[in-house]
């Protein structure tokens, strides 16, 4: 049987991700909603909770309401929703930028404090990453703000952007291994699911 953890309702956690984007306005936040609908599809066809997987997607980049920040937003989130009394959940804030489970796996600053930094690290070195951490990482690598698109697409914009380090190929072959895993599970190219908007997105001028 699937643990149950706690979770706020869906209008909270909208309720948080529209606060958060007062804070710190930006296309961040509807990279979040787009990520939380295609979770949300996903798991509806692998059997899986379909309210978690959505919610986990709308604030798994809620850290971003501390600022233009690199790493630390992985933080913030965690440090966010665990005050609010969503521990399991937090943690999806810390695992989505790592499918490769590594430190060194981040590209882009490393804005925190030796303390934050301490945190993350212990994660990735414990953590046995759940289907739904593996479920978002997935979603946040074939979502953009505008929508669902060609992993290919993102993670190119995303290196286009923060740079690649040694840990790159290894990043990007872990997401093409999530994606292989989900399309098992749901028996189906999970691109099938969202047909359309990726022709769209992908390959829109």
């Known amino acids: 049987m699937e643990e149950k953890i706690p979770l706020p309702t869906r209008g909270e956690a909208e309720s948080i991700l ?8 930006g296309i961040w936040a509807n990279h979040c909603r787009v990520t939380a609908r295609a ?3 996903i798991a509806g066809f692998c059997a899986l909770d379909t309210e978690r997987a959505y919610i986990s997607g709308l604030l798994h980049d809620i850290g971003r309401y501390s600022g233009v920040r690199a790493l630390h937003h992985a933080y913030a989130g965690y440090d966010l929703l665990k005050e609010k009394g969503y521990a399991k959940l937090a943690e999806i804030c810390l695992s989505h930028s790592y499918p490769y489970q590594d430190i060194g796996a981040y590209c882009g600053e490393w804005d925190v404090t030796p303390a934050e930094l301490s945190v993350i690290t212990s994660y990735l070195e414990n953590a046995q990453y759940n289907i739904y951490d593996k479920l978002i990482q997935l979603c946040d690598a074939m979502c953009s703000a505008q929508g669902v698109c060609l992993i290919e697409k993102r993670i190119v914009d995303v290196t286009r952007r923060y740079g690649f380090n040694d840990f790159t190929l290894k990043k990007w072959n872990a997401t093409f291994s999530l994606k292989e895993h989900f399309d098992e599970a749901c028996q189906t190219n999970i691109y099938d699911l969202f047909r359309e908007e990726i022709r769209d ?3 829109k001028t």
């Open 39 to 41: 979770a949300e599809v």
């Open 18 to 25: 529209n606060w958060a984007n007062t804070q710190n306005p």
């Open 201 to 203: 997105i992908t390959f």
